[in-house]
T-cell receptor, first 109, second 116 residues
Framework: GEDVEQSLFLSVREGDSSVINCTYTDSSSTYLYWYKQEPGAGLQLLTY?????DMKQDQRLTVLLNKKDKHLSLRIADTQTGDSAIYFC?????????FGTGTRLQVFP | GAVVSQHPSWVICKSGTSVKIECRSL??????MFWYRQFPKQSLMLMAT?????????EQGVEKDKFLINHASLTLSTLTVTSAHPEDSSFYIC????????????FGDGTRLSIL
């Protein structure tokens, strides 16, 4: 079945850029998403990209998609302590979302 | 503002109790809603797809009689955990989407269920 993988943990200094990576196996993915989850809360949609796009930028967030390698990344510029959370990538080719394992981002002063 | 309202946010109850969780779509009518379960430090697992006016579609391994889903209106889906036991303790999250499939799903704030 479809599989989505992420590294488990990322630690960055406040003000630096963070890059969270994701790989997926479903070649028929049509949309790819990034969600943020803070402790004890639901998921907040950050951004998403259609599979025929290579890049999407939204303020501090930049999403890069390499469809050939099935690799998705999320870059957060000028990372702040409030960005500390778990970040999930997800892909869909049907009605369902397939989530990655989540990357815990820790931002230190 | 919030697109999805989920209630309650936290439930503690005795083993054998049935617990109902509500998921409301605030900004749009949702013919389809989704119910997920999340174990500590793990990803989300889709339990079922809730369809307005028809039966829910359950994922493999999810007991239909244990997790009852009702989607009686275009803005409300409910998940009832029947005769809950400690192994049912988990974080349950619902989501909705507007319109066609592949539109982004918007998530509720989740319900933490603790069965004693």
């Amino acid at each position: 079945g479809e599989d989505v993988e992420q590294s488990l943990f990322l630690s960055v200094r406040e003000g630096d850029s963070s890059v969270i990576n994701c790989t997926y196996t479903d070649s028929s993915s049509t949309y790819l998403y990034w969600y943020k989850q803070e402790p004890g809360a639901g998921l907040q949609l950050l951004t998403y990209i259609f599979s025929n796009m290579d890049m999407k930028q939204d303020q501090r967030l930049t999403v890069l998609l390499n469809k050939k390698d099935k690799h998705l990344s999320l870059r957060i510029a000028d990372t702040q302590t409030g960005d500390s959370a778990i970040y999930f990538c997800a892909e869909s080719s049907t009605d369902k979302l397939i989530f990655g394992t989540g990357t815990r981002l820790q931002v230190f002063p | 503002g919030a697109v999805v309202s989920q209630h309650p946010s936290w439930v503690i109850c005795k083993s054998g109790t049935s617990v109902k969780i509500e998921c409301r779509s605030l900004d749009f009518q949702a013919t389809t809603m989704f119910w997920y379960r999340q174990f500590p430090k793990q990803s989300l697992m889709l339990m079922a797809t809730s369809n307005e006016g028809s039966k829910a579609t359950y994922e493999q391994g999810v007991e239909k009689d244990k997790f009852l889903i009702n989607h009686a209106s275009l803005t409300l889906s409910t998940l009832t955990v029947t005769s809950a036991h400690p192994e049912d303790s988990s974080f349950y999250i619902c989501s909705t989407r507007e319109g066609e499939s592949n539109q982004p799903q918007h998530f509720g704030d989740g319900t933490r269920l603790s069965i004693l």
